[in-house]
């Protein structure tokens, strides 16, 4: 693989199910995030990770929690998932470069019924 | 808080030249980005400021102004093929790498 996987690609799901969706990058980059992306509102990140072993809160993290056991993997779970969640998940990670560039994942549609 | 405000929609004709604008309002200021995102799929790279000016790569240039805020991505030679959302974003802080505050796009539609 070359750059950035995510699955599935959608989900329909009941409410109040357990919802793990995956990430993860060959590029070897130490930092990955999680945004949203709704209708009107843009990309708004959920969570992130510096490196691995470590991870933070972002502007949008209730509902959602996330682990970075290593470099390349960064999954996204839902522990009870509401109608709110309802979106368009990207993940993305970032160069290290001066610019640190964000590069993202083809996303995962998720509908919460 | 934050606040990145670009315009909802622009259409513009084949061959043409587009100019998108961003204002931003952030606590701090440590580079700006432009992406572009065409329908169902991911936003991808096209632009990084951190000073004031001009970047030109190819067809795209983008302009910053920290002084007031300001941004612009401009768009020549317009083809079929730019119709997407831009999107602006801004790294507001040291420290906050990484942190990115993105404007909800600009939709732009190339007519024929």
């Known amino acids: 693989i070359a750059g950035i996987t995510q699955a599935p690609t959608s989900q329909i799901l009941a409410a109040g199910r357990r919802m793990t969706l995956r990430c993860t990058q060959d590029m070897r980059h130490n930092a990955m995030y999680w945004y949203r992306q709704d209708l009107g509102l843009g990309l708004r990140l959920i969570h992130y990770?510096?490196?691995?072993?470590?991870?933070g809160k972002g502007e949008v993290p209730d509902g959602y929690s996330v682990s970075r056991a290593n470099t390349d993997d960064f999954p996204l779970t839902l522990a009870s998932a509401v109608p709110s969640q309802t979106s368009v998940y990207f993940c993305?990670?970032?160069?290290?470069?001066?610019?640190?560039?964000?590069?993202f994942g083809p996303g995962t549609r998720l509908t919460v019924l | 808080g934050q606040n990145i405000d670009q315009p909802t929609e622009m259409t513009a004709t084949e061959g043409a030249i587009v100019q998108i604008n961003c204002t931003y309002q952030?606590?701090?200021?440590?580079?700006l980005f432009w992406y572009q995102q065409h329908a169902g799929e991911a936003p991808t790279f096209l632009s990084y400021n951190v000073l004031d000016g001009l970047e030109e790569k190819g067809r795209f240039s983008s302009f910053l102004s920290r002084s007031k805020g300001y941004s612009y991505l401009l768009l020549k030679e317009l083809q079929m093929k730019d119709s997407a959302s831009y999107l602006c974003?801004?790294?507001?802080?040291?420290?906050?790498?990484?942190?990115?505050?993105f404007g909800a796009g600009t939709q732009v539609v190339v007519t024929p």
């Open positions: 952030t606590s701090g200021f440590n580079g």
């Open positions: 993305a990670s970032s160069d290290d470069s001066s610019t640190d560039t964000q590069y």
């Open positions: 990770s510096n490196t691995a072993g470590t991870t």
């Open positions: 974003a801004v790294r507001p802080l040291e420290g906050s790498w990484g942190k990115l505050q």
